[in-house]
């Protein structure tokens, strides 16, 4: 779903994205040709070829699937729930692990931490999940050390990239990096996955002194990114017709330096307009403070958690006087991108790291009053990406194109819903938008769902798990009836 995806998700059922877009919609009468059918084999690979087995996720899949009563939904929940173990752990050993995003063969930070994120629950007591964990943690931390900068990589970290949107790009391409999209996102979900995995089991192996070095990394790649003195060393640029795809004289718009950190591209990997995401500074204080608890529990090192709590300090100091704006409306709102000036953008992207995606990620209270405007706003004509078909609505972005719908907001949406309806609502759109693929693809389009992108993405297929183990937990009611 993001800048990477440029080269695989025009390949759609062999339709490129120009036929995509230019396609005529087909409606059905009464029955949508996507609707639901009688016999649906699983979609999984046979054991033999799974590239990953966890004991604990396969009764896992047994003892949730039980539980939901629509068959359609079933079916795809176990597809899609161990979709990531079952296609993308390329190799696993004690210290290294390296994970792909599905279609294509590299590594992102941001996917690979939250493609392993919906076995949180499990690892501390299944050991095959518990290596995959500790190495997924390691590589991340040595991909770090390659370059803070970048937010893919090859899994051999002597290799030149072979993307072919990264090939000629001017920016400094290091040994083992795919592609160097400076994104504030990528480095906090690094953080995330390590504190996360911490707060799971208490299992003080992944975090050695080449984890605590890679942390500092974080820490100082944040804070050279405020912009304090200087313009910072990354630069950036690419050749390509869309202007999502590089950055204004290398290093963007101009900004006021206030203590935010500047992103260079969004979780999308579309470019920025105004460089403040406002979004993605939110998660970097909220990581920099679950970095700093598991700095001094795991390892006892006081001077990176105070570096860390500092630092998310002074963002967080930062976002309240600059992240809001204010709607036509009057009503108040975080924005989605600001310069410092006073200048403001408000939209959504179709990411977990969004302006949607804040309570499920932990980085704003599900009732917060200002976070519910914000959602509100984004899922409305208010947002000029949030998009409404004959097969249903939901939020898009530049990086695919118009008319598209992510069914990965619709996920995220969701989670964070306080209304069982609105959850029902949701899971019935992903059910009857996969073409009948039995998994969730990057987009579809709004009048016609058998018309999408990327057949293989991993992690929104893991988004749909999570998502259904987690309704499960919590809300089971929302999976006892037929949707």
Same mark, same amino acid.
């Given at each position: 779903?993001?800048?990477?995806?440029?080269?695989?998700?025009?390949?759609?059922?062999?339709?490129?994205?120009?036929?995509?877009?230019?396609?005529?919609?087909?409606?059905?009468?009464?029955?949508?040709?996507?609707?639901?059918?009688?016999?649906?084999?699983?979609?999984?690979?046979?054991?033999?070829?799974?590239?990953?087995?966890?004991?604990?996720?396969?009764?896992?899949?047994?003892?949730?699937?039980?539980?939901?009563?629509?068959?359609?939904?079933?079916?795809?929940?176990?597809?899609?729930?161990?979709?990531?173990?079952?296609?993308?752990?390329?190799?696993?050993?004690?210290?290294?692990?390296?994970?792909?995003?599905?279609?294509?063969?590299?590594?992102?930070?941001?996917?690979?931490?939250?493609?392993?994120?919906?076995?949180?629950?499990?690892?501390?007591?299944?050991?095959?999940?518990?290596?995959?964990?500790?190495?997924?943690?390691?590589?991340?931390?040595?991909?770090?050390?390659?370059?803070?900068?970048?937010?893919?990589?090859?899994?051999?970290?002597?290799?030149?990239?072979?993307?072919?949107?990264?090939?000629?790009?001017?920016?400094?391409?290091?040994?083992?990096?795919?592609?160097?999209?400076?994104?504030?996102?990528?480095?906090?979900?690094?953080?995330?996955?390590?504190?996360?995995?911490?707060?799971?089991?208490?299992?003080?192996?992944?975090?050695?002194?080449?984890?605590?070095?890679?942390?500092?990394?974080?820490?100082?790649?944040?804070?050279?990114?405020?912009?304090?003195?200087?313009?910072?060393?990354?630069?950036?640029?690419?050749?390509?017709?869309?202007?999502?795809?590089?950055?204004?004289?290398?290093?963007?718009?101009?900004?006021?330096?206030?203590?935010?950190?500047?992103?260079?591209?969004?979780?999308?990997?579309?470019?920025?307009?105004? #460089?403040?995401?406002?979004?993605?500074? $939110?998660?970097?204080?909220? +990581? =920099?403070?679950?970095? *700093?608890?598991?700095?001094? %529990? @795991?390892?006892?090192?006081?001077?990176?958690?105070?570096?860390?709590?500092?630092?998310?300090?002074?963002?967080?100091?930062?976002?309240?006087?600059?992240?809001?704006?204010?709607?036509?409306?009057?009503?108040?709102?975080?924005?989605?991108?600001?310069?410092?000036?006073?200048?403001?953008?408000?939209?959504?992207?179709?990411?977990?790291?969004?302006?949607?995606?804040?309570?499920?990620?932990?980085?704003?209270?599900?009732?917060?009053?200002?976070?519910?405007?914000?959602?509100?706003?984004?899922?409305?004509?208010?947002?000029?990406?949030?998009?409404?078909?004959?097969?249903?609505?939901?939020?898009?972005? #530049?990086?695919?194109?118009?008319?598209? $719908?992510?069914?990965?907001? +619709? =996920?995220?949406?969701? *989670?964070?819903?306080?209304? %069982? @309806?609105?959850?029902?609502?949701?899971?019935?759109?992903?059910?009857?938008?996969?073409?009948?693929?039995?998994?969730?693809?990057?987009?579809?389009?709004?009048?016609?769902?058998?018309?999408?992108?990327?057949?293989?993405?991993?992690?929104?297929?893991?988004?749909?798990?999570?998502?259904?183990?987690?309704?499960?937990?919590?809300?089971?009611?929302?999976?006892?009836?037929?949707?």
């Amino acid at each position: 779903m993001d800048g990477r995806h440029g080269a695989g998700a025009g390949a759609t059922l062999g339709i490129d994205r120009r036929t995509l877009l230019a396609a005529p919609a087909a409606l059905a009468a009464a029955r949508p040709a996507w609707a639901a059918t009688s016999a649906r084999p699983s979609k999984r690979p046979p054991p033999s070829a799974r590239r990953f087995h966890s004991a604990a996720v396969e009764r896992e899949i047994v003892r949730v699937k039980r539980l939901i009563a629509d068959p359609k939904l079933a079916w795809m929940f176990e597809n899609c729930y161990p979709n990531t173990l079952d296609t993308t752990v390329l190799s696993v050993t004690d210290d290294d692990a390296f994970v792909i995003t599905g279609d294509i063969p590299c590594l992102w930070l941001r996917d690979s931490s939250a493609q392993l994120r919906p076995y949180l629950h499990l690892a501390a007591g299944d050991p095959a999940l518990t290596r995959l964990f500790r190495g997924l943690i390691a590589r991340q931390a040595r991909c770090v050390l390659i370059d803070p900068y970048a937010n893919a990589f090859l899994q051999d970290p002597n290799a030149r990239t072979d993307l072919d949107s990264s090939q000629h790009d001017q920016t400094e391409m290091k040994p083992g990096v795919a592609e160097r999209k400076w994104e504030v996102d990528s480095l906090c979900y690094v953080l995330r996955l390590a504190s996360s995995y911490w707060r799971a089991t208490k299992d003080r192996a992944p975090f050695t002194a080449e984890w605590a070095q890679s942390a500092r990394a974080i820490v100082r790649t944040f804070r050279e990114q405020q912009r304090r003195d200087d313009l910072g060393p990354y630069r950036f640029q690419r050749s390509s017709v869309q202007p999502t795809e590089t950055q204004l004289w290398s290093v963007g718009n101009p900004t006021r330096k206030v203590g935010l950190i500047h992103s260079s591209f969004r979780p999308s990997d579309d470019a920025t307009i105004l #460089p403040f995401l406002i979004p993605a500074n $939110i998660f970097a204080a909220r +990581t =920099l403070r679950e970095l *700093a608890a598991v700095a001094a %529990e @795991a390892r006892g090192d006081t001077a990176l958690a105070g570096d860390a709590a500092a630092l998310a300090t002074e963002i967080e100091a930062a976002l309240a006087a600059h992240g809001r704006m204010r709607l036509a409306d009057g009503s108040e709102v975080w924005a989605f991108e600001v310069d410092g000036f006073g200048n403001a953008l408000f939209m959504d992207d179709c990411c977990e790291l969004s302006l949607s995606g804040l309570a499920f990620l932990g980085c704003a209270a599900p009732d917060d009053p200002l976070w519910r405007r914000t959602e509100a706003a984004a899922w409305s004509e208010r947002n000029p990406w949030f998009v409404r078909g004959r097969a249903g609505e939901g939020l898009g972005g #530049p990086h695919a194109g118009f008319d598209l $719908i992510w069914p990965m907001a +619709t =996920l995220v949406r969701a *989670a964070s819903a306080d209304d %069982e @309806a609105l959850v029902r609502a949701c899971l019935r759109s992903i059910r009857d938008t996969d073409a009948d693929t039995g998994f969730v693809h990057e987009t579809f389009h709004k009048d016609d769902p058998t018309r999408f992108t990327r057949p293989w993405f991993a992690w929104a297929n893991g988004l749909l798990g999570e998502l259904i183990v987690t309704l499960a937990r919590d809300r089971p009611g929302a999976l006892r009836q037929r949707l």
